[in-house]
Each structure stands twice: as C-alpha cells, then as structure tokens.
C-alpha cells in the first residue's frame, strides 16, 4: 500500500514541509536500523477524531528507545503525546496511521553507536486496512514462513526497533511471492510466534489461545486490548505456547496489530481454518473492538484521547 503524502512532518524540534523532512545519509540509524519506532491509529468517531492508547504507544516508544541506549530523551511522555495529537491536526487528518520514532543521526560510522545524536522525527497519513478492506470481513490466507523469529537471546523482541525488522520484511515477501497475505513465523523451537506484523490468536474448544510475552513476541498493544475485551465478554483465555499443528485443527484464528487490527485468518498453508470463514468468537472481539475504537461502544477502559479541533481562522 503506497503511503499517502501529508502536509507536514515533526523533525528535530521543527515542523517541515513533507519534502523538507530530510535525514543525512550518514544516519547511523539508515545503515544499522538504530531506531527504535511506533504505529499509532486514530479514528474517526461521531465526537471527532480520537487516538488508540495514545499512552500506551508511547510508553512502549520510550521502553524502545532505552533498549537502545538511547535515553534520557529530549521528550517527555507528555510532549510526544502532544506532538502526536499536533501532528494529526497540523494535517486536517480524521483518520489516520501515526509514525513517531528516534534514530541515530550522522556521527561516528562504526557499529557502536553512542557517539552518533539521537534524533526524532514524526508524521501522520491517512493508511487504509493494512491486510486489505475485505480482509477484515472474509479473512486472509496465510503461510508458515520458512524464515525464524529470533530469540530473547539474539536481539530484544519487546523492543519495535528498525533493524529487527529486516526479518519481517522477508516473511512478509515470501509470503506474497507465493500468494499469501502474510507469513508466520516459528521460534527456534518450531513453536507458533507471530505474523511479519501481527500477533496471533486462535480458538481451540471455545477457548481463545495466545503465546505469553515469553515467547519472544513483541508486547502488542491492540493484542493486549482483545484480551480485555474477552475478559468483557466472559470468553475463557489461555496464554500457552502454540504449536504449529494447532493452528491446522482449531476452529478459529486471527492476527492483531496496530496496521492489522483485528483480521480473520480463514486458512494456514492452505487448510481451512474452521469453516474457512470468520468464526463467531472472533467476530464478537472484532466488533467490540471497532465499536470502541470507532465511538459506537462506550469507551469504559479510557483507550480513546480525543484530538482537539483546530480552532478557526480569526477574521479579518
């Protein structure tokens, strides 16, 4: 999905024209991927636009940035919440994806990076259904990756840094080469841990089933928000490891993310899941979460911050 162009970008303390907002090819962070970055949602509801667990995104920001190395930080929360919130109004934006992240600038070329600034850049753009508009209704395809997730000993899986993410990006291009949605990669054991960009859910028996923190997945915050919502709504939860034939033989499953959502998984390497549609718990968690997220439900665990209309023009 191409990204959609908005009018300014928050860079190093200023606010700059879209094509302005540039970065020096000595950025340590564009040639190690020492960037530690977030995915934000807004949405448009009946009382305005409002961002999804505004806070929690950004404290997960700043855990990012201090595996990093990277603090103190010129930021407080409170700035960059602001800073997040400013950025959706700077655009006239109802709905939209928000992109806040810290990077090592230009200094030293070497792989240390402490002697290289730490910088901060930002911006919001209008991003559709990150797996597609009919993914959300009849749900995707997805396959095993052939590519592993790391483990807890090779790199940090709780933190959302840039150069981690080389490896989603191969699972996210083989699955598409070979005409899946997206990929699932296993650990190093051959156990179940997340999509390119997604972590995973599946209903075996009534029960809604995700792998615990432990299993060197990132701490997803729309992850965390569906296993209020079955809390809500009185189904069983289970964290347990996931095996890769349990994805073969439950009756429901699904992929959370920030860019995902709450998106249906309707076959694995080409086995149905279920009746290869959209199951009934997950319809129920999937309609809660955008009637909340979208102003139809009350908001009664405080996840929305609203954005502030800008005020009008004086008159002259």
Known sequence: MSIQRSETIFLNGEWKPWD???????A???????????????????????????REHVERLVD?????????????????????????????????????????GAGALGLNPMDSPVEF?????????????????????????????FSPSTASPLGKIGGQYVTNSFVSIEAR???????????????????????????????????HLASSILGGITRDSVLQIARDLDVPVSLQPISRDM????????????????????SVDRIAVGAGSRGPITEALQTR????????????????????KPAPAAAT
């Open 20 to 26: 302005s907002a540039t970065v020096h090819v000595a």
């Open 28 to 54: 340590h962070g564009l040639h190690y991927g020492s960037c530690a970055f977030e995915g934000i949602r807004a949405y448009e509801t009946p009382h305005g636009t409002s961002v999804f667990r505004l």
């Open 64 to 104: 990012s940035a201090r595996i990093l190395r990277m603090t103190p930080l010129d930021y407080s929360t409170d700035e960059l919440e602001q800073l997040c919130i400013e950025a959706v109004t700077r655009n006239g934006l109802d709905s939209c994806y928000i992109r806040p992240f810290f990077y090592r």
């Open 121 to 149: 850049a930002l911006f919001a753009v209008e991003w559709g259904r990150y797996l597609g508009a009919e993914a959300i209704e009849q749900g995707v395809d997805v396959a095993i990756s052939s590519w592993r997730r």
């Open 177 to 211: 080469e070979n005409g899946f949605a997206e990929g699932i990669m296993l650990d190093q054991d051959g156990m179940v841990c997340e999509g390119a960009g997604e972590n995973i859910f599946i209903v075996l028996d009534g029960t809604l089933i995700t792998n």
């Open 247 to 266: 994805l073969y033989v439950c009756d429901e499953m699904f992929m959370t993310g920030t860019a995902a959502e709450v998106s249906p998984v309707r």
């Open 289 to 308: 979460f955008f009637d909340t997220v979208e102003g139809r439900a009350e908001d009664t665990h405080g996840w929305l911050t609203p954005v502030p």
